[in-house]
């Protein structure tokens, strides 16, 4: 079953579909087949079709990768009854890992005021702002929020930004992102 179609993210290069890795945490990385600074992610791969959570450019890197490069994982835990631990993976090269899951951002593309609606459950965290060459342009700290944001990007040149929320306090390593897109 289809899972996704690529949504044309170039970061830096074309980040289409290449090659895939089982890794020790039960998902499914995947590459390009260019050099990039993301990997994908399939967060169930024993679910058919898009209930196996892929996510585009769900995984950054702490260095790009070079051309159609994947770890080689072995197989862990063969004799073990439960072989997979999400908890496993928690840095990279002493960097933290955080999983990336899509934010709803509207309107998109707008003049520069959006909203945002926050995972649910979610009151309070930290909203980061990127320019296209990726420098922090915008930094936000919500507190108590009622499940809506309101991104006031009027003053930012046209052109697109990525938006990511860290929510505070949850256990998992889990941030939102989207990209959006200001027009004049």
């Known amino acids: 079953l289809l899972i996704d179609t690529y949504n044309g993210t170039q970061d830096p290069f074309s980040t289409t579909f290449y090659l895939?890795?089982?890794?020790p945490d039960c998902r499914i990385y995947m590459?390009?087949?260019s050099s990039t600074n993301s990997y994908h992610v399939i967060n169930h791969p024993d679910e058919l079709g898009t209930a196996c959570g892929f996510v585009q450019n769900g995984i950054e890197l702490p260095v790009g990768s070079t051309v159609a490069s994947m770890p080689n994982f072995p197989r862990w835990r063969v004799d073990e009854e439960e072989k997979c631990d999400s908890s496993l993976v928690t840095s990279v090269f002493n960097q933290p890992v955080f999983y990336r899951r899509d934010l709803l951002v509207y309107p998109n593309p707008g003049a520069g005021l959006f909203r945002i609606d926050l995972p649910e459950g979610v009151q309070s965290g930290t909203m980061e702002v990127y320019d296209s060459q990726g420098k922090l342009v915008a930094r936000k700290m919500?507190?108590?929020s009622d499940?809506?944001?309101r991104l006031d990007l009027l003053?930012?040149?046209?052109?697109t930004y990525q938006v990511e929320f860290y929510p505070e306090g949850k256990?998992?390593?889990v941030f939102y992102g989207a990209k959006v897109v200001v027009m004049r």
């Open 142 to 144: 919500i507190l108590d």
């Open 171 to 173: 256990k998992e390593r």
């Open 147 to 149: 499940g809506t944001y």
């Open 20 to 23: 895939m890795a089982l890794a």
């Open 31 to 33: 590459c390009p087949t």
């Open 155 to 159: 003053n930012f040149s046209p052109g």
